[in-house]
């Protein structure tokens, strides 16, 4: 184990990640991570832990002290609604030339959990934080935790491009229901979610059944979404429904890497697309996992419980007269 950085090398490259924050102390945890350990890592939060790390803890004070200067905040973004391909889209991008891929280190979610009045103390010096690469000519590209787009518009710096990361509500629904996991984590946001809608003066029926409660969830997401693309003005926004990525993941994935400047030869490109990364569970690379997997699974639920689909996305649409940021939702995203 080493001892706690200096500040001059916290500040020189992308060595020591701000992985976790402790809000009320005032402490932040730095994790000394490689090239190689970013790309490994499917997510840089509590899980990070489980394996041996070298990691110091260090007062906020002191690491915001130490990229003060006149650093890099030219990170690209991806924020997301959840369970849409971003790990996914985060790998594929991470292959490509001069591209440092971080995936969901915790200190964003720490600090959007945070009561707002507090978070406005640790925003700015994250920019800094998270655009630190290995190499001058290399680019960090940030996958956010999905209800960190909270505070997308004090992440993304004047100018600079995050790419925002959907599905439909139809598939969205159905992909949840046919997840164990993902109906576990459901039921312990819904009470936070609602929360979240409340906030926005989007207004659900109560949930009457698990679909109900994953149109929720995409309401929240999408709705989070909407507003942090109306507070970013200054900043480039793109917009990627997952399903149609999947439908030609080597045009999609190039129209993403020209978006965000990766220089990305279209034959790397292709090949990515139809990699090993494109059959494997991006979230634990052990297990397979595929578009024509999700295509079924989507299909299955439907079959399944269509019905409540349905009727779940009926509460959406009425929910949406009343919430112009709603509608605008489900115009982006189809409407069903």
Known sequence: MSSAPTP??????????????????GMVRLVAMGRDSYRAASFLDDRLMQQPVDAQLVAWPDVAAAVEGDLRTDARWIFHIGHVGSTLVSRLLGELHGVLAVREPRLLRDVALCPPAMRQGYLGPIPKLMS???????????????FASEIAPG??????RALFMFASP????ASILAGE????ELHALAAHRAQRLQSRGVTLAAARHDADRAAAAW?????????????MTGRHVAWA?????????????????????FDADPGKLDALARGPLMTRYSKDPNYEYSANLREQLIAQEIRFQGADVDAALAMLGSAAEKSALLARA???????
Do not use: H, I
Not at 170 to 173: A, K, S
Not at 219 to 231: G, I, N, P, S
């Open 8 to 25: 001059d090398e916290v500040a020189r490259d992308a060595t020591w990640l701000a992985q976790a924050l402790d809000p009320n102390a």
């Open 132 to 146: 630190r690469t290995f190499a001058d000519d290399e680019v960090a590209c940030v996958k956010a935790t999905s």
């Open 155 to 160: 992440l993304v710096g004047a100018g600079e």
């Open 170 to 173: 139809r598939n969205y629904v």
């Open 181 to 184: 996991n993902s109906v576990k």
């Open 219 to 231: 309401a929240c997401e999408m709705a989070t979404l909407e507003a942090a693309a109306e507070d």
């Open 241 to 261: 429904d997952f399903d149609a990525m999947l439908r030609n993941m080597s045009a999609e994935l190039g129209s993403v890497a020209s978006f965000f400047g």
């Open 330 to 336: 489900l115009g982006r995203a189809g409407g069903n």
